[in-house]
């Protein structure tokens, strides 16, 4: 599976929207874009995933470039209970998932 | 349906006992992982089962790790004679596709 690179940190202020990019150069054709988030002390939570369109949902927005090395993960407004870490994972298995160590995202009042 | 539920939340053992987590999945999800998380980390892949079949384990779980699914239920995970290096977040995800996982809230353990 392609490798990730995320920021290990980011700030945002509390009802703009939050944009958090991530790097994968490496990702082949069959290989789909995942977006988790972590909050303190729980399971990680899915946000949402794509292929090579961009996606939205009711929790986030998903843009992938045309050449899919790069995508970003939008929250449209970010509020406090946003503040997480945030993982981009890269992956063809149907099964397995590899993490990388994730951006913190950090809402601000 | 309340989500996947993992039990217990935290488990204490001395090294060299033997400790097992217990984890109920989504009741319509035929697809269930263990993963495990240590500090400042990501998840790292465990197993993998499809009903009741275990499809794939990691190099990561050594032989005094194993994973039952008995009727492609509930999934238990036992670790015998645990060592330090054993202490971590060890969690549970279960799904009707390969996309979206819905993730437990683990069960933390410490060997002291």
């Known amino acids: 599976d392609a490798k990730t690179t995320q920021p290990p940190s980011m700030d945002c202020a509390e009802g703009r929207a939050a944009n958090l990019p991530c790097n994968h150069s490496t990702i082949s054709g069959n290989e789909y874009v995942y977006w988790y988030r972590q909050i303190h002390s729980q399971g990680p939570q899915y946000i949402i995933h794509?292929?090579?369109?961009?996606e939205t949902n009711e929790m986030a927005s998903l843009i992938i470039t045309e050449d899919r090395k790069s995508s970003t993960l939008i929250l449209p407004h970010a509020t406090l209970r946003d503040t997480a870490v945030y993982y981009c994972i890269v992956s063809g298995s149907n099964y397995q998932l590899i993490w990388g160590a994730g951006t913190k995202l950090i809402i601000k009042p | 349906d309340t989500g996947v539920s993992q039990d217990p939340r935290h488990k204490i053992t001395k090294r060299g006992q033997n400790v097992t987590f217990r984890c109920d999945p989504i009741?319509?999800?035929?697809?269930l992982y263990w993963y495990r998380q240590t500090l400042g980390q990501g998840p790292e892949f465990l197993t993998y089962?499809?009903?009741?079949?275990?499809?794939?384990k990691s190099r990561l779980l050594s032989d005094r790790f194993s994973a039952e699914r008995p009727k492609g239920s509930f999934s238990t995970l036992e670790i015998q004679r645990t060592e330090q290096g054993d202490s971590a977040m060890y969690l549970c995800?279960?799904?009707?596709?390969?996309?979206?996982?819905?993730f437990g809230s683990g069960t933390r353990l410490t060997v002291v």
């Open positions: 794509g292929l090579k369109n961009n």
């Open positions: 089962f499809q009903n009741e079949a275990q499809l794939e």
């Open positions: 009741s319509e999800h035929n697809r």
């Open positions: 995800a279960s799904s009707e596709t390969s996309y979206g996982y819905t």
